[in-house]
């Protein structure tokens, strides 16, 4: 999904996603996520556990979308050849670490006047936490990449298993890809809103020059 600057096509699109994942549910058909989310959540109507396979597609898709080039960049450089399932793993976490998906938090609302680093902070004022500058720098604690706590993001899982399976197909089907230059030069968009940057393109060699 493409993020629009007018707010009623982004709106329109969410609300068709959204349908689409009640339709899942209602259609009576089929045994996966959304059957068994159905027959795991009985107390919830239908439009809710639509609500949490949109949460669930949604999530994953649009972490999936904003790493894709940086993880396949930074994977092709060295090589997939000989890669293990874990050393791919490792590689995506590292990746997501330092270009997060959504570069700021959710908002957090400060419950009683604060001091954060000599800036005083009034009871109510609004925090946006820079995901992207904290994980970038030395590693403490838990990385932030899909929050923390209970605003982990419902689609961390989604996401890496994708992200981590594209590599596994590149790996099996292109073990001699590479990028067609320099890493270092490839271009960033930035196209604001909640999501993070993303690479404009992504020339790639799939075999050895001749």
Sequence with gaps: MWWSPDP?????????????????VTDGTGDGVAAGLRAALPDLTDAQ?????F???FAGQLTTD???????AHALAPGLAGRTAGELDALVAGVLRVHPPAPFSLWRF???VADLDGVPL???????VDTRGIDAGPVVGHPLTFGHGPHFCAGAHLARLKLRTVLEVLRDRFPDARPAGPVSGLVEVHPGGPVGARLAALPVRLHPAR
């Design 8 to 24: 009623s096509v982004a709106g329109a699109a969410f609300g068709r996603l959204q349908a689409i994942g009640t339709a899942t």
């Design 49 to 53: 556990v639509g609500y949490l396979v």
């Design 55 to 57: 949460g669930l597609v």
């Design 66 to 72: 904003a790493a894709l080039g940086y993880v396949v």
């Design 110 to 112: 400060a419950r009683t």
């Design 122 to 128: 009034p009871a109510g004022a609004p925090v946006l």
